[in-house]
């Protein structure tokens, strides 16, 4: 029999982590951190308690003991993709289990930098496999990761193949027939798949009515406005996602054809950048600049002298009062000038903290009087055009909707019902912490 243990993730977003288990066996799916709740939690304590018992009270991390008589049992731990509200909380919670990591290169490559980061001590085995590979984990089951696209690069689902048929992990996707950077979606080994009994689907965007573009079609938003504002004379100052490796190329194509050189500013940026070379992804450290640490940004900013030979990467797209444009802007770490240019290659993910740190910033980038370029941006997230081509491929027997607020949660069941799926017949609103059995 299957049963299916969702620990986070589900009726809210952040903390993704599930847990399968077949027969007497567990696979653990992602190990995410609730970003929101972990940055509100640490951002004013120098010192904070770091401990899991702490961090699962504060609900930062998944509350594995939902599944305590499952953590002897596992085989395997699964990680989708390397974003953090998927790979966030291993270095806290995969010690407490007595099986590997298995990932993709560059998510493997990015969940090393964090527990380094965390100087955190892991004793599980980091096993590295293609975003195409199938693997056993015992005799009963065996794991295979289908290549899909998403915001970062090698994002995999996840299946889990078992006598009793076969649960894919969809969690997160977009099906991106254009990408710039990366693999695409390996739609034919998803139309293959037969016996899918359950899927487990990123419902985000549920309600949104239409297919996510294109990362090609960030790029030209993008193109558009590097290339044919008036930059002469000045700063050009571009925030995005530290991961996006795929934004971060574009912004370096463009910058290269406006003569200018890229520099990179924070940790977070090095670090994904690093990543990403490390498993042969890109080559950026080659074409810019990297500066990591807080002085030498400070330091490089304050004497630059001629800051429109530069594009400058920085932290702060949602922002981050710590980050190096909050830095930038309240710390008087750069002097800007009049229709000097930052541009915001994302969206505001909502929440009170962000849309209020942005307001901020935007208000002291108006008084300042720079030229602000909001939502460069397209999602990582499929929207419902999406959700029903991924349906239709997998044509799985029962649908799991997560990675929503569960208002949002409910407006999958619209798509549901029109695809002649009936809900808690064969489309369940699971919650965190209430077991489902597969019969
Ligand atoms: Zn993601």
Redesign the pocket.
Known sequence: MIEIMPIGGFREVGKNCTAIKVDNEVIILDMGLHLQHYIDYTQDEDEADLSLEKLIEIKAVPDINMIKDWIPLTKAICI??A?L??VGAAPFLASKFKCPIHGTPYTIEVLKALIADKEIRVHNKLISHDANAMFRVSDNIKIEFISVT???VH?ALVAVHTKYGTVVYA??FKLDNQPTLGLKSNIGRMKEMKNVKALII?SLYAHKPIKTPSESVARELLRDVMLSTNSKGKAMIISTFSSHLARIKSILEFSKILNRQVVFLGRSIEKYIMAGERCGIVEFSKQAKIIKYRREVQKFLKNCKNPEDYVFVVTGHQGEPKSVLARMIFNNYFQFRTEDIVIFSCHVIPGEANIKNREIMETELKRKKVRIFRDIHVS??GAREDQRDLINLIEPQILLPAHSEINVTEQFLELAEEMGYKENKNVFILKNGHKFKIE
């Open positions: 989708s993709h974003h509200d998927h998403h915001s970062v994002t969690n997160d990123d990582g997230h």
